[in-house]
């Protein structure tokens, strides 16, 4: 408990001096960025009003630099490609991501609260705890992802962690996912019926996937995203595991 309340106490600070001074600490209403290159965008504890960065190009973004959040409120990213392989601290509520492409978005410290998603996301994760790293004895443990809308997006190579509670989003439907709602009971009554296979290799591919799904669930992911491949080495092993969650639903 001492060590935990030390850390708190005593964050490391951050050096902000390379920080662009138009996105440290800064308030802005109605401002468009769009079709601008904002490769290496990192604001620091910034609030991004109704603004637009459409059509831009975001490579190598950090949405929240340094330990300070960042919040984007009525704000779209229509038409944008993305990269954040760290998302950085941001909160986005009521924003557009239409027709985007995300290359990578890892996000371990953001909220998402009523916002719309549409094009690709090719790789990535949405945590629904925060790391208990960086994160001051002030900030919630929990991030807020609640009543999105993904119904448009196709997703990659891409899930859900930490306790995102997938009955609040709007999720796409495709023949590539499959939504696990109770994860640990799935994964219990596949394994069961996966141990009576014959083929070896099949078998063994598919307890692989299944010990990947308990990670997740020990991790405190209830409802899981069973990715179905349509190709590649785990087509068979997932395909015929799909029809053993659906036959033990």
Aim: glycine content about 6%; charged content about 25%; aromatic content about 12%.
């Amino acid at each position: 408990m001492f060590e935990e309340l030390r850390h708190w106490l005593f964050l490391p600070r951050v050096d902000l001096s390379c920080v662009d001074p138009r996105f440290l600490r800064q308030t802005y209403t109605n401002v468009a960025w769009s079709r601008q290159d904002l490769q290496h965008f990192v604001p620091v504890g910034c609030r991004f009003q109704s603004c637009k960065f459409e059509d831009a190009d975001m490579l190598h973004t950090c949405f929240g630099g340094g330990l300070e959040d960042t919040a984007y409120v009525n704000c779209s990213f229509d038409r944008s490609a993305i990269a954040a392989v760290a998302a950085g601290r941001a909160r986005f509520e009521n924003c557009s991501f239409r027709d985007v492409t995300i290359y990578e978005l890892f996000a371990s410290e953001v909220d998402f609260v009523n916002c719309v998603f549409s094009g690709r996301l090719i790789k990535g994760v949405i945590s629904g705890t925060r790391s208990a790293q960086l994160r001051g004895w002030w900030k919630s443990s929990r991030n807020q992802i609640e009543n999105n809308d993904f119904s448009g997006l196709k997703f990659g190579d891409f899930d859900f962690s930490g306790g995102v509670d997938l009955k609040r989003q709007i999720l796409p439907q495709s023949a590539e996912f499959k939504v696990l709602w109770n994860g640990e009971q799935a994964i219990r009554s596949a394994r069961a019926r996966v141990t009576m296979w014959t083929e070896d290799e099949t078998k063994r591919l598919a307890l692989i996937i299944l010990d990947s799904l308990a990670l997740e669930v020990s991790g405190g992911q209830r409802h899981l995203l069973f990715r179905i491949y349509p190709r590649g080495q785990l087509a068979a092993a997932s395909a015929r595991l799909a029809q053993e969650f659906e036959a033990s639903a």
